[in-house]
């Protein structure tokens, strides 16, 4: 994923919607970068990661409710999925 990507801050619809366009010209520009390349693989990681998603909040120290999300915890789910395993 490019930095750009990774560093981008989404705090709300706008930034989400900005977000998911760097996430989709980042499979295009760097397809080899993705573990979850078709959409029934994206979709499997996507449900895969939002169920362990509160884990990576916990274990990185980041005080973050994953049942209270808000756009920020949408972006960090499809950014999670493209390449969890």
């Known amino acids: ?41 994206f979709l499997e990681a996507l449900s895969a990661y939002t169920n362990d998603i509160q884990g990576y909040y916990d274990n990185m120290k980041l005080n973050i409710n994953a049942d209270k999300p808000d756009w920020s915890t949408f972006a960090d789910i499809f950014r999670g999925a493209s390449i969890y395993e």
Not at 12 to 41: A, C, G, V, Y
């Open 1 to 41: 994923m490019t930095n750009t990507l990774n560093n981008f801050k989404v705090s709300d619809r706008q930034t989400f919607i900005k977000f998911l366009e760097l996430l989709r010209n980042d499979l295009l520009e760097n397809p080899e970068r993705w573990e979850n390349k078709s959409l029934p693989d």
